[in-house]
C-alpha cells in the first residue's frame, strides 16, 4: 500500500522597488515555518510548501527601508501559484510606488486571482488588488492613513479590522498584522490544525493562531 501524495502549496510573494520589508517578511515566515514542519515531520497532512519571491523585472530589489532583496521569478517566468501575496510600499504621503503602477503588475495579478485559491494583501498593497479589479464587491483594509482613500474604490468596502477575509481575498492592515494574515490563510485553505501547528512552529505557546479583531 503506496503512501498518499504529499500536497503541494506554492506561495508567491510580489517584490518591487519600495517596497516595504516588514509586509514581504511577516507571511513569508508564516509559510517558511510551515515548509519547515512539513521537511521536518513528514506528516502527509501538512502541504508541501514553496515560498517565492516574485519581480517584475530580474535583478536586485531595494526595500523602502535598504534591505535587498533577490527574487526567485520574475512575471513572466512565474511558475503556478497556490496563493498570491501583495505587500505594500514604505512610501512616505502616498500609498504607492511607481513600480506598484507599471511593468504589468495589476494585469498580473488579475490573471492569478482568477488562478490561486487565496489572494492576499498587506498594508497598502490592497490598492493593487483594487486596481487590478479584484477588490470589487469585497470587503479590505489597508493602513490607516490610506483607509479613505481605499474606499474610493468601486465596490469596495473598507474595514478597519487587522485582517479581514472576503471570499478568497485575505488583506491585512499592516506589516504587523501579516503573521495574522498568514496563518489565517493557512486555516482557510489547509485547515485549523496546520495553522495552529504553524503558530506554535512561530512561538505560540498555546499552538493558536492569535485572534484577529
Avoid at 100 to 107: F, N
Avoid at 127 to 139: E, H, I, P, T
Wanted: charged share 20%; glycine share 12%; hydrophobic share 45%.
Amino acid at each position: 500500500m503506496t503512501d498518499p501524495p504529499v500536497r503541494t502549496c506554492v506561495v508567491g510573494i510580489v517584490l518591487f522597488h519600495g517596497v516595504e520589508e516588514l509586509d514581504f517578511a511577516a507571511p513569508y515566515a508564516v509559510f517558511a515555518a510551515m515548509r519547515r514542519l512539513q521537511i521536518q515531520t513528514g506528516d502527509p497532512e501538512l502541504p508541501e510548501t514553496h515560498v517565492l519571491a516574485i519581480t517584475r523585472t530580474p535583478g536586485i530589489v531595494h526595500g523602502a527601508n535598504g534591505l535587498r532583496f533577490l527574487p526567485d521569478y520574475d512575471l513572466t517566468m512565474c511558475p503556478d501559484l497556490d496563493v498570491l501575496i501583495v505587500p505594500g510600499s514604505g512610501e512616505i504621503g502616498e500609498p504607492t510606488v511607481p513600480e506598484m503602477e507599471e511593468g504589468g503588475l495589476w494585469e498580473f495579478v488579475h490573471d492569478r486571482a482568477a488562478q490561486v485559491r487565496g489572494l492576499a494583501a498587506v498594508g497598502t498593497g490592497s490598492f493593487v488588488l483594487a486596481k487590478a479589479g479584484v477588490l470589487s464587491g469585497q470587503a479590505a483594509t489597508t493602513h490607516w492613513k490610506y483607509l479613505d482613500r481605499l474606499a474610493r474604490f468601486e465596490g469596495v468596502t473598507t474595514c478597519g479590522t487587522g485582517v479581514v477575509e472576503s471570499g478568497m481575498v485575505w488583506t491585512a492592515r499592516s506589516g504587523t498584522w501579516g503573521v495574522r494574515l498568514g496563518l489565517a490563510l493557512i486555516g482557510r485553505l489547509w485547515g485549523d490544525a496546520a495553522a495552529r501547528r504553524v503558530a506554535r512552529e512561530l512561538g505560540e505557546e498555546e499552538g493558536a493562531p492569535p485572534p484577529a479583531p
